[in-house]
């Protein structure tokens, strides 16, 4: 039970990256990275003519005209912003190892959900009903991401280790590059 109770926890956090960032290319062809947590704080203040973010207790406005475009490097923040953003400026479609990258994690992630979800029914129903109360949590949880994962991007075997490997040493990269900016 506590083993598919910590499971549900588990997939239901996400650790932001600085691939989660919204990257704002300005005409003047310097890049402004937002994090999705600045974006959530300012975006209230963000009018037709100009985008509002919150670093640091200072909101910073970006004018609609000084934007060339915006791109992404993950799918949720893309999913979670694009539709605001579209307004504002061109939105630059995901590169395709990114959406792979991200429909086999959710994939991989139902799948987890699905293994869980059946051992607690399984237990439940056999050895302890008290585990039917746990396990809508994790049923729910792998209905939900099966719904958005896009089969033709999931990726297996050497192909999806070869991509994970490629996206842990982007973000790294991406990393260094907002380490050296605040210097």
């Given amino acids: ?3 598919v109770i910590t499971q549900a926890i588990i997939s239901a956090i996400s650790i932001p990256t600085e691939a989660n960032n919204i990257n704002v290319h300005l005409v003047n062809g310097e890049v402004v990275s937002i994090t999705p947590k600045e974006w959530r704080k300012g975006y209230k203040h963000s009018d037709e ?3 509002v973010y919150k670093r640091d207790k200072a909101f910073y406005q970006i004018h609609r005209k000084e934007i060339s475009h915006v791109s992404y490097e993950s799918l949720d923040t ?4 694009a539709d605001f953003l579209k307004e504002y400026a061109e939105i630059h479609d995901l590169d395709e190892k990114v959406l792979n990258y991200y429909h086999t994690k959710r994939h991989k992630s139902s799948r987890t959900s699905q293994t869980f979800a059946v051992g607690a029914w399984t237990i439940g129903l056999v050895v302890n009903p008290w585990f ?5 949590l994790p049923t729910s949880q792998a209905i939900g991401h099966m719904k958005t994962v896009d089969y033709q991007y999931v990726l297996r075997g050497k192909e999806w280790r070869k991509c994970k490997k490629e996206h842990k040493s982007k ?3 991406l990393k260094q590059k907002a380490l050296s900016q605040k210097s």
Avoid at 78 to 81: G, L, M
């Fill in 78 to 81: 893309y999913d979670k912003t």
């Fill in 171 to 173: 973000i790294k990269a």
């Fill in 1 to 3: 039970m506590i083993a």
């Fill in 132 to 136: 039917l109360l746990v396990a809508p």
């Fill in 49 to 51: 003519f100009s985008i």
